[in-house]
């Protein structure tokens, strides 16, 4: 009668014929059982939303920590009426640990749900900016059909000084559709042109770097920006990189860059093992390591994170335009494979590796779309430019030309999506359109 009153509330009532208070509790079990699968089932997007809000997570916990008192509450008390006589003193103690092992059961998964609760509201805490931008309950979006992202992967490694972005994507998605198309800028570019204010006054020539012993390549924007504050007036001190980014890269692809999201090379490594490993195809075998100390044999295989590091990293018998494709194929396996499966399972190494890798300055009250249209881009088709040689020459970019392949890559509405194509030949290819990443990739 106890094991059953665990998985229906009020069977051992009712059995000792409190049936009033048995039927009552069995439908408020029923009721919140069907809550809680309709939640899950029907408004799954709509409950993710919820748990990247501070608020709601408190109130989960709390809601959480009184489901599995008034559960355990119910055992007991059922196990209570039910006992062993008195003068049975084996069966009362045998039932009684089991009674106790039951009320274990029911705790010890809310409170570990209650844990990664408390873990989310510390995460959203400390990546996400507290800044609130307006947005209209019906439209997020505040009419915008595209939204843009500035993704950096920033190298910040032993005896190299400052932070080099040495992986500029920006990812352009669709509000409605969640279609997303890649831009890729090498990290050469070379007279980069500045964004109006101080940065063009002191490069009205477009970017020369600082001083003669530096190249002036694109790179070192983000870096520039930290050193001279007065590049970016009014911007906090580790803001000031990212913005002249932004404004940068706006205005070299001719679109608004509304925000960004950088990663760490290492704590990158550190996700992807978190995620247990990311499946990706090698086409051709990769060496890496400056002395050849490793190699990522060609075929599809699951990559650890030190190996996922070097297969976007790695430039070893290869070049920069080579690895910006290897890392849209990256970004597109981890966008893909991130499932919310994968992502619970390893929550906790996720969540810590996160807080030490990423940055960001999407305000907290964004992430409820955010978390929608991220749902969207999974079951979308992503598409991938990127401005190399031959189309682009990095020494002297052709400015007016990039600006016009992305106007007419955001224009052209991709193709219906079906079965995988494969990949056409890089001359075929042109360099000059986007590549949908489920064939290329694969």
Known sequence: M???????????????????TGFALMVTHVLLLAVVITAVTAFGTQVLALAVQPFWLTALSVALAVV???????????????RPEPANSAGRVLTTAFTAALCALVLAPTAYAARLAYLSRDVVDSIFTAEMTPIVADDPWNGATRINFLLIGADSAPGRPGVRTDSVTVASVDTATGDTTLFGLPRNLEQVQMPRGPA?????NGFSGDGPDTPGL???IFQYAEDYPEMVPGVRHGQRGPTLLKQTV????????TYYAMVDMKGFAQIIDA????????????????????HLAAGTRKLSGQEALWFGRSRTDSDDYVRMGRQKCLLYAVAKQADPVTV???????????????????????????????????????????FVPPL???????????????AKALADRPAVRGPARPKAPAAAQGYDRPIALDAACH
């Open 275 to 294: 995620m247990g490993g990311v499946k990706v195809t090698i086409k051709q075998p990769i060496v890496y390591g400056k002395y050849r100390e490793g």
């Open 344 to 386: 619970l399972n390893s929550f906790e190494k996720l969540a810590a590796a996160t807080k030490r890798a990423i940055s960001t300055d999407v305000p907290k009250n964004l992430l409820p779309p955010l978390i929608e249209l991220s749902d969207r881009v999974k079951d979308a088709r992503i598409r991938s430019l990127s």
């Open 68 to 82: 599995a008192l008034a559960w355990s509450a119910v055992i007991v008390r059922s196990f209570l009426l039910v």
């Open 200 to 204: 063009r006054q002191r490069f009205p």
């Open 2 to 20: 106890t094991l059953g009153s665990a998985f229906l509330w009020g069977v051992a009532h009712v059995a000792t014929d409190r049936r009033k």
């Open 392 to 406: 682009i020459n990095t020494a002297s970019p052709d400015w007016s030309l990039i600006r016009a392949k992305v």
């Open 250 to 257: 706006s205005g070299i692809l001719g679109i608004p860059v």
């Open 218 to 220: 694109l790179n070192e």
